[in-house]
């Protein structure tokens, strides 16, 4: 069954302090239990105890990162395993500042995505095409093409781990956003390149990402594929981020 889902990417940002402010305010205003929304937080890595001692169950937690390889001499790496045993069930892989700053291609992001499932947790890839290709009309065949290659090695049994975060690299912290139809039309293209790929497309969730807003998320929550948000920027307000996490059409 399609989630609905809105993840907190807080990236390379936080504190103890900020861990104890945000996830307090957040767990108090008991965001999404009783709506039904699955409310993830992404913290840096070396917060995800306290985030989680902090929620106390109330909310689901993932990592920004993992590696390609399962254990060994890989110095500075952390395995899907270890996030496991940490208590996460979410992994970001594949995200557009991983890709760019990173080097991370789409065989690398497969690898990851491999170790992920292998180790039980749920792979959130992101895709997304940068300006240019926009503009020169390829945003459909880029996107396509990371679904394919990053999903490759998915099995039959593992689909239900799954989920697609579509995020334009021109909206990734530019506060630019496509519009609900673009976003919309984008995410029915993924769709159907996921039917192509045999996977139960109509029960993998599809997040959309880049500068989503208070002022912004409840359009994009309106479309039909849209199925909640991977927030960067506005996951660190606790405002922001409740009210985005309550932006979804009632009775949805
Ligand atoms: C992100 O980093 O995944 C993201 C969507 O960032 P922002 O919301 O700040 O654009």
Same mark, same amino acid.
């Given at each position: ?11 390379m ?8 402010? #945000?996830?307090?305010v ?11 929304v @699955? ?17 106390d169950?109330?909310?689901? %937690? ?12 890989? *110095?500075? /790496? ?15 892989v594949?995200?557009? /500042? ?20 292998e ?10 095409? *940068? %300006? @240019? ?6 945003a ?9 290659? +990053?999903l490759?090695g ?5 689909? $239900?781990? &799954?989920? &697609?975060a579509?995020?334009? &690299?021109?909206?990734?912290? *530019?506060?630019?956003?496509?519009t ?8 029915? @293209?993924?769709?159907?390149? %996921? /039917? ?5 497309? @109509?029960e993998?969730?599809? #997040?959309?990402?880049? $500068? ?24 660190l307000? !606790? ?7 309550? !932006?979804?059409? !009632? +009775? $949805?």
């Open positions: 069954m399609r989630r609905k889902i809105v993840a907190g990417n807080w990236k940002n936080g504190s103890k302090d900020l861990v104890q402010q #945000l996830v307090g957040i767990c108090d205003h008991a965001v999404g239990l009783d709506s039904g @699955e409310v993830v937080i992404v913290p840096p890595a070396p917060y995800i105890t306290l985030v989680q001692q902090q929620a169950g109330k909310l689901a %937690l993932g990592i920004q990162n993992v590696s390609q390889w399962q254990s060994g001499a890989y *110095t500075g /790496e952390v395995s899907a395993d270890m996030a496991k045993d940490l208590g996460c069930w979410y992994v970001l594949g995200h557009s /500042e991983r890709r760019q700053l990173f080097g991370e291609n789409d065989e690398v992001v497969a690898r990851k995505v491999g170790q992920v499932l180790s039980g947790l749920t792979a959130m890839l992101c895709v997304g095409e *940068t %300006l @240019e290709q926009r503009e020169a009309g390829e459909e065949r880029v996107v396509a093409g990371q679904i394919k290659r +990053g490759a998915v099995s039959a049994d593992q689909w $239900s781990r &799954v989920v &697609v579509y995020e334009p &690299v021109w909206a990734i912290g *530019t506060g630019k956003t496509a609900a139809e673009d976003a919309q039309a984008m995410h029915a @293209e993924i769709r159907s390149v %996921l /039917e192509s790929m045999k996977a139960p497309s @109509e993998i969730s599809v #997040l959309y990402g880049g $500068s989503v807003k208070a002022d912004n998320a409840a359009a994009l929550f309106s479309e039909p594929d849209i199925d909640g948000g991977l927030i960067g920027g506005a996951s307000k !606790a405002d922001e981020f409740i009210s985005i996490c309550r !932006a979804f059409p !009632a +009775g $949805s």
